[in-house]
């Protein structure tokens, strides 16, 4: 079992960033992959980004790219996603989401967090 607690979200605004972080729970969290996905008011939960149980590759939606980073520090325990230049239409609740490969769908994932909201206004 993982169990996630997703922080850092908040208001920000337009052009502003902010650091999202999820810890997890459990000796196992090096063994999984983990992914960021938002869901905005109204729409379905969709794929931010993903990052391997080693960091050492990662992969994003397009919506995202150059914009967001995501890390992880396996001593810590914790996954990171850096988002800078926000616009509104990133206004979502943000989950973290743990499982055993590094994909972009919803269903790959067996674990998730409640969420932390970020709201950009327009």
Same mark, same amino acid.
């Given at each position: 079992?993982?169990?996630?607690?997703?922080?850092?979200?908040?208001?920000?605004? &337009?052009?502003?960033?902010?650091?999202?972080? $999820?810890?997890?729970?459990?000796? !196992?969290?090096?063994?999984?992959?983990?992914? %960021?996905?938002?869901?905005? &008011?109204?729409?379905?939960?969709?794929?931010?980004?993903?990052? #391997? %149980?080693?960091?050492?590759?990662?992969?994003?939606?397009?919506?995202?790219?150059?914009?967001? !980073?995501?890390?992880?520090? /396996?001593?810590? #325990?914790?996954?990171?996603?850096?988002? /800078?230049?926000?616009?509104?239409?990133?206004?979502?609740?943000?989950? $973290?989401?743990?499982?055993?490969?590094?994909? #972009?769908?919803?269903?790959?994932?067996?674990? %998730?967090?409640?969420? !932390? &909201?970020? !709201?950009? &206004?327009?």
């Amino acid at each position: 079992q993982v169990q996630l607690v997703e922080s850092g979200g908040g208001l920000v605004q &337009p052009k502003g960033s902010l650091r999202l972080s $999820c810890a997890a729970s459990g000796r !196992t969290f090096s063994s999984y992959a983990m992914g %960021w996905f938002r869901q905005a &008011p109204g729409k379905e939960r969709e794929f931010v980004a993903a990052i #391997n %149980w080693s960091g050492a590759s990662a992969y994003y939606a397009d919506s995202v790219k150059g914009r967001f !980073t995501i890390s992880r520090d /396996n001593a810590k #325990n914790t996954v990171y996603l850096q988002m /800078n230049s926000l616009e509104p239409v990133y206004t979502a609740v943000y989950y $973290c989401a743990a499982g055993l490969g590094l994909r #972009n769908g919803v269903g790959s994932y067996d674990y %998730w967090g409640q969420g !932390t &909201p970020v !709201t950009v &206004p327009s």
